[in-house]
């Protein structure tokens, strides 16, 4: 019901780039407007093809944007490309209907765009030396450290870049990445380290921390900012330009859990922060926040087996592609026939491989669907987070990287 939804449909290296419009019934259910997408996509397509592909979610962004700005008003966020860099997300490379969509919102870039840019944080302490050339040129003018080493290194490559320090923050009781033995500096490193950027004359901004991806104990950035504060003071009382940037990272989830999340934040830059904050910039570094719940991946039934009861099927995507957070991100994932259910349809334990030759490439097993053949589709919901970011082209198959569609309401 309601009125019809205009949706149009940019796919790069799709359809010769042409944009596609569609108009929609507006479902009732998401869900639903969802998978009439996803049909009108393979409908419009040529068989050659149809093969796995994401559909971009653009105003689950807008959304959500608008969320972190009623919740989080004083920090502004800082998009983490790592989460995925694809360009529909990436203001600095997409193409022209993402980029304005993106910038339009408002959002920092965490990474590396092709112009001159400030708004933006290389927010990897260890930097290569040719990538922090690369930032000098790009004018990226803002990176994080932890040793001396880099310290050493930004003077040498990059002199006019100021520097963040990633502290070292409580253990999130993170599920997914857990980088706390790899980044940040212990409360006892802090001094040295803001010695080490005095001596070689480059300019301590401020600091930064990241508690883990996706944090579970929101408390933890209570702790961090607690940390952060000392490292402000200890700047302070070395007689260093007072800091004026506070990074706190990411970690964040939509839904409730942001809502709580922002809820000790917004307390703990109140109590920790109240008397510097008119002077202090607080950014942060959501990555999952934005795209897990923005992209939906279709994938095709390529292969198929019958065992008495038992149902094994193959798709067109798996664990070294878009999949690969299942590995990587503890990512359980939840397919459903692109068809529909129907009722009292007869299910099966089923077995969903993805499509390499490796016995490890198993995206579900004993999994209640409907029989499904081949040439029927899966479709996978909240598949934005660390999926096609870190997939591979292991045994000769590509990522579906050049499928996305970006999709908005007007
Ligand atoms: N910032 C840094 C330094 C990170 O390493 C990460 C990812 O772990 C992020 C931000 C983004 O984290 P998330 O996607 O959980 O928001």
């Not at 290296?13 to 407007?33: M, Q, R």
């Not at 419009?44 to 807008?62: D, E, G, K, L």
Request: proline letters at 6%.
């Amino acid at each position: 019901g309601g009125s019809p939804m205009q949706t149009v449909l940019s796919a790069p290296g799709v359809n010769d780039g042409k944009v596609v419009s569609f108009t929609l019934d507006a479902a009732t259910d998401e869900k639903d407007t969802v998978a009439g997408l996803i049909r009108s996509i393979i409908a419009t397509s040529s068989p050659a093809q149809r093969t796995a592909f994401h559909v971009f979610h653009i105003n689950t962004v807008v959304d959500l944007f608008s969320a972190w700005r009623r919740t989080l008003p004083d920090v502004r966020p800082y998009y983490a490309v790592k989460c995925n860099p694809d360009p529909a997300l990436d203001p600095g490379r997409a193409g022209r209907a993402g980029r304005r969509a993106v910038l339009a919102l408002g959002v920092g870039v965490g990474g590396i765009p092709p112009g001159a840019n400030r708004s933006n944080v290389y927010a990897n302490p260890c930097k290569a030396e040719p990538h922090l050339e690369y930032a000098a040129e790009a004018g990226v003018a803002l990176a994080t450290y932890d040793t001396e080493s880099e310290v050493a290194k930004v003077a040498r490559c990059h002199p006019r870049c100021e520097l963040l320090l990633r502290l070292k923050g409580p253990d999130g009781g993170t599920t997914g990445g857990d980088l706390m033995n790899k980044y940040g500096a212990h409360a006892h490193e802090v001094s040295p380290l803001l010695r080490a950027a005095q001596r070689a004359g480059v300019a301590v901004a401020g600091v930064s921390f990241h508690v883990g991806s996706p944090v579970s104990r929101v408390d933890v950035y209570r702790g961090a900012t607690n940390s952060a504060r000392a490292a402000f003071d200890a700047a302070v009382a070395l007689g260093m330009p007072p800091m004026r940037v506070l990074d706190i990272g990411g970690g964040f989830r939509a839904g409730a859990a942001f809502d709580e999340a922002a809820a000790v934040i917004n307390d703990a830059l109140a109590d920790v922060f109240g008397d510097l904050l008119p002077c202090v910039e607080v950014i942060a570094e959501p990555g999952r926040y934005f795209a897990e719940t923005a992209f939906t991946l279709a994938a095709r039934v390529i292969g198929k087996r019958v065992r008495g009861e038992a149902r094994e099927c193959w798709i067109d995507d798996g664990l070294y592609g878009s999949l690969n957070n299942v590995l990587m991100d503890h990512k359980v994932p939840r397919p459903r026939p692109l068809a529909g259910a129907c009722p009292g349809e007869k299910t099966y334990a089923s077995t969903v491989f993805g499509p390499t030759c490796d016995s490890r490439d198993l995206v579900v097993t004993g999994y209640q669907l409907p029989e499904m053949c081949v040439g029927d589709w899966l479709v996978f919901d909240n598949m934005g987070a660390y999926s096609t970011g870190a997939g591979s082209k292991f045994n000769g198959f590509d990522i579906s990287e050049m499928k996305i569609y970006v999709a908005y309401s007007s």
